[in-house]
């Protein structure tokens, strides 16, 4: 910006001769703060005047070697470190005096410069993370996140989003990558996270078994970057930045599914294509047909996405996986079985044979329970029909959480509440009770006695007989009936 010669007169009598502060001088006349600092030369590093050191820094003096010495061989080494090193061989002077002395001696760093690389076809993907935000689930909010492979040569990306950043969760997602692409490059670029590698010491690392054994069936080199060096990875940093800034930016991914299915559209139609960076007149979809010959051919079969692990049967037949709880037939409880989950699917194996499958879900410290698992823990102890009725009701009406919690914020007695849901339960079935729960959701009802009521109108309003309960003492035990011959009552 300029000014005219008169206005910057006036700027430097007020500043050098009445001697105004910058400020005063930027509020009196309407100019911008920068302004002013250029013409009064304060934009620039003072020239400061040679002083004479004071007494206490010629404390410094008998140490200057040492701490030259010290600086060339750590120059980021702290002030106070250097105290600390220096009190014991006789230094008697303050931390902030040697602190404005190594201000001035400190090495400065050089700037890097780094030199422009590049892969051949089918050589190098590189792998990174973006996080998109946290999202409520079920129990509480987790974090989402979009997982990106990118291809050095072509730039053809892979994306999708992701709840965890776990070594299973990066197994599926290069799994479903090369899938994409039809092929595997012969060497992956990661960052340094724990889930890739498990130790490192210097350029030698210890990666994570995961990576190990996917690196092995695709016949690919698992490769870290320096550390503290993002450079090396520039091009899957530009492809994360692209797709912020061409698929996230004004859009509301509410979960995986809905993100993913709408980032399946955007990697086939918008993303190839984008202008190849360094190929004149070429899209990123074009230099892909040209690179996909060139990628190493795919395992055959392909490994598996799910993720297995030992998993221990607690005493109330539940298997955990990630704070929920998913239960098996009774008879394994206290057993160990296998826990094979991907991101839609969670199954128990007992060797080959499935024992349990529930659909995965990504809440926080949920309970699903299938009504035959737990027939069999009623069968075998009767208690539990009283001591797990809230789970019995969310095993058989799903849905009900939100109708309890109301109960809960209005004070009623759960207890009694759920024993009266359950006789509902009893008497009209599951599908009823689920119906009837839905209008007192829509209704906003927090009565637990309107449930029967809506199960009752649903019963008339199907011309259905009415209930009768069946009730018996608690003398009366369940017995089998051995069946015999009834050929004898016919003589």
């Keep these: 910006m300029t000014t005219a010669l008169d206005q910057e007169a006036e700027v430097r009598r007020l500043f050098f ?38 007494a206490e820094e010629t404390a410094v003096t008998p140490f200057v070697d040492f701490i030259a010495e010290t600086l060339q061989r750590y120059p980021r080494l702290r002030a106070t470190r250097l105290y600390d090193m220096l009190t014991p061989r006789g230094y008697r002077g303050s931390v902030r005096t040697l602190r404005r002395y190594v201000g001035t001696v400190r090495p400065v760093a050089r700037r890097g410069v780094f030199l422009r690389l590049e892969t051949l ?35 053809m990306l892979f994306a999708e989003c992701v709840w965890d950043l776990t070594a299973a969760s990066l197994r599926r997602s290069l799994i479903r990558a090369h899938a994409f692409f039809g092929g595997a490059p012969r060497q992956w670029l990661f960052d340094n996270p724990r889930t890739i590698v498990l ?8 990666f994570h078994p995961t990576v190990v054994e996917l690196s092995s069936a695709f016949c690919t080199q698992a490769r870290l970057c320096t550390v503290r060096a993002p450079q090396e990875k520039g091009r899957v940093e530009r492809a994360v930045r692209y797709v912020r800034d061409r698929f996230l930016a004004g859009r509301e991914i509410h979960d995986v599914v809905q993100g993913n299915r709408e980032l399946e559209a955007f990697l086939r139609d918008i993303a190839p294509a984008r202008p190849h960076p360094r190929l004149p007149d070429c899209s990123v979809g074009d230099a892909f047909l040209e690179e996909r010959p060139r990628l190493l051919p795919l395992p055959d079969p392909m490994p598996s996405e799910e993720h ?7 005493r109330t037949a539940f298997a955990r996986l990630d704070t929920n709880l998913y239960s098996v037939p009774a008879a394994y409880a206290g057993r160990t079985l296998v826990l094979a989950a991907d991101d839609g699917r969670v199954r128990l194996l007992d060797g080959p044979t499935e024992v349990a499958a529930h659909a995965r879900s990504w809440g926080r410290r949920q309970v699903f329970e299938q009504r035959e698992h737990r027939a069999q823990v009623v069968a075998e102890r009767r208690a539990a029909r009283d001591l797990k009725g809230r789970d019995r009701l969310r095993a058989e009406v799903p849905g009900i959480d939100p109708l309890l919690e109301r109960w809960m914020a209005a004070g009623r007695n759960l207890g009694n509440a759920v024993g009266r849901t359950i006789v509902a339960l009893d008497l009209y ?11 007192a ?51």
């Design 17 to 54: 001769a009445e001697h105004w502060r910058v400020g005063t001088i930027v509020a009196q006349l309407g100019l911008h703060r920068e302004v002013v600092l250029r013409i009064t030369g304060l934009d620039s590093p003072r020239r400061l005047r040679p002083r004479a050191a004071p």
């Design 429 to 439: 079935g599951a599908a009823a009770v689920r119906a009837a729960v839905a209008e």
């Design 121 to 155: 076809m089918g050589e190098q993907a590189q792998v990174d993370w973006a996080f998109i935000g946290d999202r409520a689930v079920p129990g509480g909010r987790r974090g989402l996140w979009l997982f990106v492979m990118v291809l050095s040569w072509s730039r």
């Design 308 to 314: 297995l692990v030992p998993v221990a049967i607690d």
């Design 441 to 491: 959701l829509a209704r906003g009802s927090e009565d637990p006695g309107a449930l029967g009521h809506l199960c009752e109108q649903q019963r008339r309003a199907s011309r259905q007989p009415v209930p009768t309960p069946v009730r018996f003492g608690d003398h009366v035990r369940d017995a089998d009936v051995i069946p015999h011959d009834l050929g004898g009552y016919d003589e």
């Design 199 to 206: 130790g490192r010491q210097g350029d030698s690392a210890r």
